[in-house]
């Protein structure tokens, strides 16, 4: 099985507001897109146990045109709150590189 590191290009997390995290995940061609683009490993189920969100609210949103699978979620606090540990949610994306794809 091949980890999300080892086929995609670049993976990155921003903020989407202060409710929301975006994931963006361009794999390293269209043959891995096509392959791991819904990979039961990038399921809403997976970003509800990993980031502590309802898997009924995560959406997944492949563009072939980009080689890329959005995802996004709700935050699990709203920004800036107090319990808030990254702000622009740019360390997100972490939890995500070593999943094996299959």
């Given at each position: 099985m091949a980890?999300?590191?080892e086929v995609s290009r670049h993976v990155r997390s921003k903020q989407a507001g202060p409710f929301w995290v975006t994931m963006d995940i361009w794999f390293d061609g269209p043959g891995s897109f096509e392959r791991y683009k819904?990979?039961?490993a990038l399921s809403p189920d997976v970003f509800g146990q990993l980031f502590?969100?309802?898997p009924a609210l995560v959406k997944h949103i492949?563009?072939?045109e980009l080689n890329l699978?959005?995802?996004s979620?709700?935050?699990a606090t709203p920004q800036g709150g107090?319990?808030?540990r990254d702000m622009?949610?740019?360390q997100q994306y972490v939890r995500l590189l070593d999943i094996e794809l299959d």
């Open positions: 980890r999300l590191r819904a990979s039961p502590g969100t309802d492949p563009v072939p699978v959005k995802i979620y709700p935050r107090i319990l808030e622009h949610s740019g």
